[in-house]
């Protein structure tokens, strides 16, 4: 597992992350940025679903960085850890979940659906072959029960739609640039009126 490289090639697709530290061994806690509240996440070859293992810690004050990657790592001594990903948390929002895959018989396929811990409870997706236009990401997330809250669901305000259809291509135009990936997961992707982040990306090759 190569996470900076991994890392590398959202940000330069153009696609938004917080603001984050690769740590593969501490301590940190006194250099690194100023944020309000941070994420701890561990990483592996072997560590894959993260929440039901252990493997992230939110809602961080700066001084319990360092402490937090101890007690995270003896949690996880029967597994590889590699090091640690420390994140600026983000604000909550929408969370949607953007993925692609490549299939051996229809090539190129993205998805877009209601994301976080819940996607596969809901299992409320929509399925494109890359690549896709505009219209093909729109009509994407209309298909989907994500799609309400971005008409302004219950008098919240407005998600642009035009925002994260951008996103969506641009994960096709990553899929078709490196062959060697073979599934990509962005869940989630915390969207706000204007704005998003991609929290959480996932890079199998």
């Known amino acids: 597992m190569n996470i900076k490289k991994d890392l590398k090639i959202f940000s330069d ?3 938004i ?13 006194s250099s690194i940025f100023p944020a309000p509240r941070y994420v701890i996440k561990a990483y592996g070859k072997e560590i894959v679903h993260k929440t039901d293992m252990g493997a992230i810690k939110a809602d961080i004050e700066r001084e319990g960085i360092d402490v937090e990657m ?3 790592r003896n949690k996880l001594s029967k597994f590889k850890v590699e090091g640690f990903l420390v994140q600026e948390q983000a604000p909550k929002g929408v969370e949607v979940i953007i993925g692609a895959k490549r299939d051996r018989q229809f090539g190129d396929v993205i998805m877009f659906g209601l994301g976080g811990v819940y996607v596969e409870l809901y299992k409320d997706v929509s399925v494109r072959l890359c690549p896709i236009t505009t219209e093909d990401a729109l009509e994407m997330i209309d298909e989907t029960k994500a799609g309400m809250i971005f008409s302004g669901f219950r008098g919240s305000e407005p998600i642009d739609r035009y925002m994260i259809a951008g996103v ?9 640039s490196n062959p060697d990936i073979q599934e990509i997961d962005l869940n989630p992707v915390i969207l706000y009126p204007k704005s998003y982040v991609a929290v959480d990306v996932r890079v199998i090759r």
């Not at 984050?20 to 940190?28: L, S």
């Not at 969506?168 to 078709?176: A, D, F, N, W």
């Open 17 to 29: 992350l917080p603001k984050y530290v690769i740590a593969e061994r501490g301590p940190i806690a």
């Open 13 to 15: 697709a153009g696609i």
């Open 168 to 176: 969506m291509k641009k994960v096709c135009t990553i899929m078709h």
């Open 70 to 72: 101890r007690r995270m």
